[in-house]
């Protein structure tokens, strides 16, 4: 049974939407002055030292043009070590400086799935953040893996709208200057500014030890500490979702006030929202890049609208009370389902409720948002070049409709393009569907698990489109840390991540070296509501084709034995 939707949480998610449109072009447009490959960094000149210094530092020639096989090597290279330093540190945390709490060193098998985990910018966690890593590993792991994660996936983002820009030449740019800008104009200060704010709201920053403190019913209770604030901050804006303690958002110490949940909602989608923006300033065609977001943008103000209706339903299995099991009463259903939907949407997954909790239905959703790729807003620069892949796609299918030769902003697409694109759009879902059929056939993938019958397949297809899909957010009903889980998700993450980026950056390199043509009479426009009709349906119907039989077996089937009154 649906309940009328209360009108206080009605309006607080139109101002969020307000604030994303209002903010998105804004910040899109001072990213574009950033990433332009002329020397004009107005109001950048703070910072600019800091660049110089670690070009220096790292003796590299930002002006050093590279073919998309040097960049893909040179980001392979460099997130192998960041990957290789994460582990390390976990395997000898017991050793290294600030662990007011002697917290043991990482098992392998944790250790190896969290490395890969913040290697990926999915920021899986199978474990408590509190009770297993140090402030020293969380510090120079974690925190510094949540920046260079993300500016990697953007530095990518910016080499396909270079590429897309240049005529008859091989290079797309320079990975090491990408990076490094993206980190130390972009990131940094937005997370420096975010995480004042934070510490002001009441999100902890501290070296302390914990404190035993005593309830008022004269029990025990740690109270845990650590700094939390400078890495929440890069958790939302670089969509990592990572938190700092084990139960993410909806702990005091991460997530304290309404206003520090509306701004940890708002960050989640303000950057990939805003590249939208940069990329049409990129590759000088704004209408192109507002096609892309309107497209995002419809997407996930539909999902919104389902998961409202869903989670504000009553549940007929425990007599028509509503679904408030695993809701963080501080914030209530509403702020919950638009950081459901937010969250899985940009591939960020922070929590500031229990996914396992939310109606059938209502699960369905963000699990859903997950299995479509990283195009609904998705990801800093994954859910951008993300959604290009499916527009390629769509050019393809329109021009072979059409009889002509596809192209997509004056570039003739080639078998190759298609190819590539492809690969990037499916590998993923095999991932999910095939590691998902062997969790649930097995004793390893069934034992973890807290419920039976389709919920129970829920919990199996959310952790493995969590970890195929980059996202990281987790149903919280299932337990991964485990030899299976840690290994079968560490891998899915790992493939899902380059079967991407590789994919993307071969498509920027044929398309650089390719001429531009200029529209004509017979040239598909990609900037019109016919564009994001196309768009839309083609990414629709490629995630309802691959996944709705598990859909049906999981959460829809769910659904409909509820109204019975079944609950599992």
Same mark, same amino acid.
């Given at each position: 049974?649906?309940?009328?939707?209360?009108?206080?949480?009605?309006?607080?998610?139109?101002?969020?939407?307000?604030?994303?449109?209002?903010?998105?072009?804004?910040?899109?447009?001072?990213?574009?002055?950033?990433?332009?490959?002329?020397?004009?960094?107005?109001?950048?000149?703070?910072?600019?030292?800091?660049?110089?210094?670690?070009?220096?530092?790292?003796?590299?020639?930002?002006?050093?043009?590279?073919?998309?096989?040097?960049? /893909?090597?040179?980001?392979?290279?460099?997130?192998?070590?960041?990957?290789?330093?994460?582990?390390?540190?976990?395997?000898?945390?017991?050793?290294?400086?600030?662990?007011?709490?002697?917290?043991?060193?990482?098992?392998?098998?944790?250790?190896?799935?969290?490395?890969?985990?913040?290697?990926?910018?999915?920021?899986?966690?199978?474990?408590?953040?509190?009770?297993?890593?140090?402030?020293?590993?969380?510090?120079?792991?974690?925190?510094?893996?949540?920046?260079?994660? /993300?500016?990697? /996936?953007?530095?990518?983002?910016?080499?396909?709208?270079?590429? =897309?820009?240049?005529?008859?030449?091989?290079?797309?740019?320079?990975?090491?200057?990408? %990076?490094?800008?993206?980190?130390?104009?972009?990131?940094?200060?937005?997370?420096?500014?975010?995480?004042?704010?934070?510490?002001?709201?009441?999100?902890?920053?501290?070296?302390?030890?914990?404190?035993?403190?005593?309830?008022?019913?004269?029990?025990?209770?740690?109270?845990?500490?650590?700094?939390?604030?400078?890495?929440?901050?890069?958790?939302?804006?670089?969509?990592?979702?990572?938190?700092?303690?084990?139960?993410?958002?909806?702990?005091?110490?991460?997530?304290?006030?309404?206003?520090?949940?509306?701004?940890?909602?708002?960050?989640? =989608?303000?950057?990939?929202?805003? %590249?939208?923006?940069?990329?049409?300033?990129?590759?000088?065609?704004?209408?192109?890049?507002?096609?892309?977001?309107?497209?995002? =943008?419809?997407?996930?103000?539909?999902?919104?609208?389902?998961?409202?209706?869903?989670?504000?339903?009553?549940?007929?299995?425990?007599?028509?009370?509503?679904?408030?099991?695993?809701?963080?009463?501080?914030?209530?259903?509403?702020?919950?389902?638009?950081?459901?939907?937010?969250?899985?949407?940009?591939?960020?997954?922070?929590?500031?409720?229990?996914?396992?909790?939310?109606?059938?239905?209502?699960?369905?959703?963000?699990?859903?948002?997950?299995?479509?790729?990283?195009?609904?807003?998705?990801?800093?620069?994954?859910?951008?070049?993300?959604?290009?892949?499916?527009?390629? %796609?769509?050019?393809?299918?329109?021009?072979?409709?059409?009889?002509?030769?596809?192209?997509?902003?004056?570039?003739?697409?080639?078998?190759?393009?298609?190819?590539?694109?492809?690969?990037?759009?499916?590998?993923?879902?095999?991932?999910?569907?095939?590691?998902?059929?062997?969790?649930?056939?097995?004793?390893?993938?069934?034992?973890?698990?807290?419920?039976?019958?389709?919920?129970?397949?829920?919990?199996?297809?959310?952790?493995?489109?969590?970890?195929?899909?980059?996202?990281?957010?987790?149903?919280?009903?299932?337990?991964?840390?485990?030899?299976?889980?840690?290994?079968?998700?560490?891998?899915?993450?790992?493939?899902?991540?380059?079967?991407?980026?590789?994919?993307?950056?071969?498509?920027?390199?044929?398309?650089?070296?390719?001429?531009?043509?200029?529209?004509?009479?017979?040239?598909?426009?990609?900037?019109?509501?016919?564009?994001?009709?196309?768009?839309?349906?083609?990414?629709?119907?490629?995630?309802?084709?691959?996944?709705?039989?598990?859909?049906?077996?999981?959460?829809?089937?769910?659904?409909? %034995?509820?109204?019975?009154?079944?609950?599992?």
């Amino acid at each position: 049974m649906t309940t009328p939707l209360p009108s206080a949480d009605v309006l607080r998610a139109i101002i969020y939407l307000v604030a994303l449109c209002a903010l998105s072009p804004l910040l899109g447009y001072f990213m574009f002055q950033v990433y332009r490959d002329d020397d004009h960094h107005r109001f950048l000149r703070p910072f600019r030292f800091l660049e110089n210094w670690i070009y220096k530092i790292a003796d590299v020639n930002p002006r050093e043009e590279m073919t998309w096989k040097n960049y /893909a090597w040179a980001l392979l290279t460099f997130n192998f070590v960041g990957f290789a330093i994460v582990l390390i540190l976990q395997l000898i945390q017991q050793w290294l400086p600030f662990n007011p709490q002697h917290l043991p060193n990482v098992p392998f098998p944790l250790a190896f799935n969290t490395a890969i985990s913040f290697m990926s910018n999915t920021n899986w966690q199978a474990y408590s953040g509190e009770s297993t890593l140090s402030y020293f590993t969380q510090l120079a792991g974690l925190t510094v893996q949540n920046f260079l994660s /993300a500016a990697t /996936a953007m530095a990518v983002m910016v080499a396909l709208a270079r590429a =897309l820009t240049r005529k008859l030449q091989p290079t797309i740019g320079n990975f090491w200057s990408d %990076l490094i800008r993206s980190t130390v104009y972009i990131l940094l200060p937005l997370s420096i500014v975010f995480a004042i704010f934070l510490v002001g709201q009441g999100v902890v920053q501290s070296f302390s030890h914990y404190i035993e403190a005593t309830t008022i019913e004269g029990a025990k209770q740690l109270i845990p500490f650590g700094p939390a604030a400078s890495q929440i901050a890069i958790k939302q804006l670089g969509t990592n979702g990572g938190g700092f303690f084990g139960v993410n958002s909806a702990h005091p110490f991460e997530n304290p006030t309404a206003l520090s949940n509306f701004w940890e909602m708002l960050a989640i =989608l303000l950057i990939p929202s805003a %590249l939208v923006f940069t990329f049409g300033f990129l590759i000088k065609n704004k209408r192109h890049g507002a096609a892309l977001w309107v497209t995002m =943008l419809i997407m996930f103000v539909v999902g919104l609208v389902f998961a409202y209706m869903a989670n504000f339903a009553t549940n007929p299995a425990i007599g028509n009370h509503s679904f408030l099991e695993g809701i963080e009463t501080r914030f209530g259903i509403g702020n919950s389902s638009i950081w459901s939907v937010a969250t899985s949407a940009a591939s960020n997954g922070s929590v500031n409720a229990m996914h396992d909790s939310l109606s059938p239905l209502g699960g369905l959703i963000p699990m859903f948002n997950i299995m479509l790729g990283e195009v609904i807003f998705g990801g800093v620069g994954c859910g951008l070049y993300g959604i290009v892949l499916f527009a390629i %796609l769509t050019v393809f299918l329109a021009g072979l409709m059409v009889g002509r030769t596809p192209e997509y902003l004056g570039k003739k697409i080639s078998a190759k393009e298609v190819i590539w694109a492809s690969v990037g759009i499916l590998v993923p879902c095999a991932l999910i569907l095939v590691f998902s059929s062997i969790a649930a056939v097995t004793e390893m993938g069934l034992s973890s698990l807290n419920n039976k019958g389709p919920h129970g397949l829920s919990e199996i297809l959310y952790v493995f489109s969590s970890a195929s899909g980059n996202n990281g957010s987790a149903f919280a009903g299932l337990n991964a840390n485990t030899n299976f889980y840690n290994y079968a998700t560490g891998f899915c993450m790992l493939i899902a991540r380059f079967a991407v980026l590789i994919p993307v950056l071969a498509i920027a390199g044929s398309l650089a070296e390719k001429k531009t043509t200029p529209p004509s009479a017979g040239t598909f426009p990609t900037h019109g509501a016919l564009f994001v009709f196309l768009l839309i349906s083609v990414i629709i119907i490629v995630g309802a084709l691959t996944f709705f039989p598990a859909l049906t077996l999981g959460p829809i089937v769910e659904h409909l %034995l509820m109204l019975q009154g079944k609950a599992f």
